[in-house]
């Protein structure tokens, strides 16, 4: 239930609104424009007469819910959430490049893959440190190591780092050192990781599973909003359907899905998606003609030898090549790089 005060309302009387409803049991949520101030009610709304909210003269009207995720609804929050990491904006007219390996495998390769897509114009640097593989004999990547590692690199070039974990037991670590924490397809669903970073006030990328319903990863991000953290970014990265000729199925519908059900920014990962380099820059471009707030790629300098993932990485030329693209598609959509 939304509570839709009317314009110039005193505060005096918005708190004697608020006090009443957290006293049935309600949690508020508070949202303010220039031309609106409203009241989500979060929890069990069963004990309110809404006849008797309507008969207070400072409510405008009452707008209930039908969808199981509150605080991400876009009711909530009429406006584009905007995330911001140190000189970075994700969201709003801003438009997002996140680039960098699948993993990382020594210094010299991600300081040299953070340099040129640094040059290129990418605004934050991704890369694995803990790998989530489907076979236990795949490379898993240099945990701990690959951390520092991506930290010597954010050194070298000022980009943000994104990586991914995949335990509570890392979070503080990973509050500690990382830009960015991202929760993997994998792991949306991972309840008890959910609710861990939900604690943090860290931004969270959160990806959708592989054959998660919109509304599963809308529900997956309220976890984390419901503990507090409302530093969210949704990222579609392509679902499992019966078409095995990708090695996903990237669902581009679900953008303009997400963008009028949430204002959470969404992001793309054409990478995953299609699985094959050649299909990363047409995906990507498409993804911002339907109105992404921004791409995931990746982006190896020899991925022919890349420890995984190589058969979908771009090169630092061909990424260069791509951002220029994107710039022109991106100024169409009213979109700044």
Known sequence: MIIVMKPKTPQNEIEKIKCKMESLGCEIHESKGHNYHLLGLVGDTSKIDPNQIQANRNVEKLIFVQEPYKKVNRLFHPEDTLISVKNETIGGNRFTIIAGPCSVESEEQIVSIAEEIN??????LRGGAFKPRTSPYSFQGLREEGLELLKIAREKTGLPIVTEIMSVDYVEKFVEDVDIIQIGARNMQNFDLLKEVGKTDKPILLKRGMSATIEELLMAAEYIMS???????????GIRTFENYTRNT???SAIPVIKKLSHLPVIVDPSHAAGLWWLVEPLAKAAVAVGADGLMIEVHNDPANAKCDGQQSIKPERFKSLIKSIKKIADIEGKKM
């Open 250 to 252: 990237l669902d581009l």
């Open 119 to 124: 040059e290129a114009g990418a605004s934050f």
């Open 227 to 237: 503990e507090g953290n409302e530093n969210i970014i949704l990222c579609e990265r």
